[in-house]
């Protein structure tokens, strides 16, 4: 079964507003990353938060995970044009060495 | 060198063709992957190769054919696939550590369309 579910699918923003995408995921964990792909792209990795982790700041990124809820944010604050994007949150297992990817967000900036 | 590299860029192939995709990385890394990608679907792990050796084998269609010749090399070697494998292949690579895994770097794909 799917690790890790996202929402909204897709999201359309204004430059300057804030952009929020939520993933899901089923079992326990040792850590969450976020990774953003450009269109037909490789992969970048954004942020990795481990289990034992709350919230972490990278730049304009704020990431939170909740355990209980097996639940974790990206917000990306401050939108740019260059952040239009599809972005993915990735798992493994705890004890696990297979990452397994959400279905993705698609983030449209609007300049 | 934080890279990963990969050839080709792009690739046509008919179902009775045999080609190979490599990708490579000097960032010392011994863990490699492949993965493919469908359009607007996340990247589907296909092989792991931990320590140049197979770790992972997601249950992939003998067609694909990993190698990983040496810590900086991982090969997909294609033989006789069927237009639904047209995809994007992407490889990455990670530094294992206690058995966790890290953050992977991914290259840049190589986008195949079989005929």
């Known amino acids: 079964s799917q690790q890790g579910e996202e929402d909204p699918q897709a999201l359309s923003i204004q430059e300057g507003e804030n952009a929020t995408m939520n993933c899901s995921y089923k079992?326990?964990?040792?850590?969450l990353q976020w990774y953003r792909q450009n269109s037909g792209r490789g992969l970048v990795h954004l942020i990795l938060?481990?289990?034992?982790?709350r919230e972490k700041h990278s730049g304009r990124l704020r990431v939170t995970l909740d355990t209980s809820k097996k639940s974790s944010s990206l917000l990306i604050t401050a939108s740019r044009a260059a952040d239009t994007a599809s972005y993915f949150c990735?798992?493994?297992?705890?004890?696990?060495?297979?990452?397994?990817f959400g279905a993705g967000t698609r983030l449209f900036v609007k300049a | 060198d934080t890279e990963v590299t990969q050839t080709p860029k792009h690739l046509v192939m008919g179902m009775t063709n045999k080609k190979s995709l490599k990708c490579e990385q000097h960032?010392?890394?011994?863990?490699m992957y492949w993965y493919k990608q469908k359009a607007k679907k996340p990247p589907e792990l296909m092989f792991v190769y931990s320590y140049e050796k197979l770790s992972i084998n997601e249950s992939v269609p003998s067609r694909f054919s990993p190698e990983c010749p040496n810590s900086s090399l991982l090969n997909l070697h294609l033989h006789a696939l069927q237009p639904e494998d047209s995809a994007l292949y992407l490889c990455?690579?990670?530094?294992?550590?206690?058995?966790?895994?890290?953050?992977?770097?991914f290259g840049p794909g190589t986008r195949l369309l079989v005929l």
């Open positions: 990455a690579s990670s530094s294992p550590s206690a058995g966790t895994q890290e953050t992977q770097y």
């Open positions: 960032m010392g890394h011994r863990a």
């Open positions: 938060i481990r289990s034992n982790e």
């Open positions: 990735a798992t493994v297992r705890t004890g696990g060495f297979k990452t397994i």
């Open positions: 079992t326990s964990i040792n850590n």
